[in-house]
């Protein structure tokens, strides 16, 4: 208990966290995997673990692929009268090659066959394809926290009765109109020589703009075809204009750059040696993913996740404790592509590959714990389906009951990088966060900047994670690990 005291006055009173939230968003900028700002970003880090006393590196996980950069971006419609248009590039596209002053044309080909009919017709041309979504106005805040009864459900969740979660922005009984694909779309356009494709959803309204991929980005991938993400707002004026037989015209001036220097994928890992002479040789791990989407700076998604974790390496270090276990940190990249900074890493480091189960430097990893929900304060823990560990996570968390955190659901968790050690069978766990606005306004959105971030429940989420990685490195035994291996490690991202 007293060293869950010092915990609590270093992480709650004394916090660093949101320096370094400013270090990963305002400082580094943008860090899609492998580009010039994830380099700043990951650069930082090891540095900064090391002016705290804890060895660090950038440590290579293999080849990946390209990185870029956006250089420049202007989209406005010219004709029938001016207006800038909110538009954003996706990742990974090619530039337009200077201005290019560009008429619309809305493709409604429906098939390959149809496509065939615009031969010679989409040079010079900006390209867009039907919708018939329509904007609803939403009725609902678009922050929120987990309420007591949604946390009691989820502590009585059963897994033998899993929900199943509608998805999909059409709504039922409506069908989005039968066309090309956008793919298919983009290989005539780029060969007919067209200027741009422009993409929109219903979900990327009120100047939010949820942008990700625009194609390959392994090194000996083609550039891709120009794809800009439009305000749903902006697209649909455009498109009714165009169907309606009014000239429209846009202004598009892009320019990105590839970078294939180095096509190697980097994760950042930093340890503090543990000290007991039995147990040093044991890890407690934890981390979360640094790369971002290219929109804005990745604050909730995953700067808020990696400022917390450097937070909890600068609690332990700060406070003076010599751990049992090591304590290692892992700041992953490429998981917005698959995971792919963890599932190599646990790969290189712990998996035997023959049988794709644990080998024996694996086996002396006890636990890894994760950040990648947000914003949100930690309200309790994932179990990934290991009864085992409920008691005593349950009891790790009694501390903190007054900071909101006391709920443990058997309930899984997928989409990031506990999945990489829970593939295997090394406990990985991730915290259940509240959601505040990550669905609705920051997750892979132009908005996920550094002003989306909660001081306060950042403090909180470090202080509970430094008290769990605290209690994993001193307890006599590792975490138990699962009866019967899950398939969740398999689960998409
Ligand atoms: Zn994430």
């Known amino acids: 208990m007293d060293a869950v005291q010092k915990i609590r006055k270093e992480g709650l009173d004394n916090s660093k966290v949101m320096e370094h939230a400013f270090y990963f968003t305002d400082v580094s900028g943008p860090r899609l995997n492998n580009s010039p700002g994830y380099l700043r970003a990951a ?133 989005p109109p039968v066309t090309v694909t956008l793919n298919r779309l983009k290989d005539f356009a780029k060969i007919e020589k067209a200027v741009a494709i422009l993409s929109a959803s219903p979900r990327g309204r009120d100047g939010t703009l949820f942008v990700s991929g625009g194609g390959a980005y392994t090194a000996s991938a083609p550039e891709n075809f120009l794809d800009l993400m439009v305000a749903y707002e902006d697209y649909m004026t455009l498109y009714r204009l165009a169907t309606s037989g009014i000239p429209v015209k846009v202004d598009v001036d892009v320019k990105t750059k590839f970078y294939t220097g180095d096509i190697k994928g980097y994760n950042v890992v930093g340890e503090i040696k543990g000290t007991d002479p039995k147990l040093k040789d044991e890890i407690v791990m934890l981390g979360g993913h640094l790369d971002s989407w290219h929109g804005a700076t990745g604050a909730t998604d995953n700067a808020a996740g990696c400022a917390v974790m450097m937070e909890v390496m600068r609690i332990l270090k700060s406070s003076g ?116 606005e990550y669905d609705t306004r920051t997750h892979h959105t132009t908005m996920d900047s550094y002003d989306h971030l909660l001081a306060d429940d950042l403090k909180q989420a470090a202080t509970i994670i430094a008290s769990f990685v605290y209690n994993a490195a001193q307890r006599e035994q590792k975490i138990p690990r699962k009866a019967v291996q899950s398939a969740s490690g398999r689960q998409g991202f």
Not at 75 to 98: C, D, E, H
Not at 141 to 153: G, I, M
Not at 336 to 345: D, F, I, M, P
Request: charged content about 25%; proline content about 5%.
């Open 43 to 175: 650069n930082w880090a090891k540095d900064q673990l090391k002016k705290w006393g804890i060895d660090a590196k950038l440590e290579s996980w293999g080849d990946w692929g390209k990185g870029w950069e956006l250089e420049k971006s202007y989209v406005a419609m010219t004709a029938p009268y001016y207006r800038p248009i909110l538009a954003f590039p996706k990742a990974w596209v090619a530039g337009s090659g200077g201005l290019q002053s560009a008429e619309v044309i809305v493709v409604t080909a429906k098939d390959s066959a149809e496509l065939e009919t615009y031969r010679g017709k989409l040079k010079g041309k900006i390209v867009l394809l039907p919708r018939n979504d329509t904007l609803k106005p939403t009725f609902n805040a678009d922050a929120s926290r987990f309420t007591d009864e949604e946390l009691q459900k989820m502590a009585e969740f059963d897994p033998k009765n899993v929900p199943q979660r509608p998805r999909g922005q059409f709504q039922q009984g409506q069908r």
């Open 321 to 436: 404790f010599k751990p049992r276990r090591t304590i290692r940190i892992a700041l992953w990249g490429g998981e917005e592509q698959g995971l792919h900074g963890s599932r190599n890493y646990v790969r290189n480091h712990f998996t035997d590959t023959a049988n794709r189960k644990s080998n024996a430097e694996g086996d002396k990893v006890s636990v890894y714990f994760n950040l990648d929900n947000g914003t949100g304060k930690v309200r309790g823990v994932y179990l990934q389906g290991n009864e085992g560990v409920k008691p005593i996570f349950t009891k790790w968390l009694e501390p903190f009951a007054d900071l909101g955190a006391k709920t443990v659901t058997l309930q899984n968790t997928g989409g990031t990088d506990h999945l990489a050690f829970d593939g295997i069978g090394i406990p990985g766990f991730q915290f259940i966060q509240d959601e505040i």
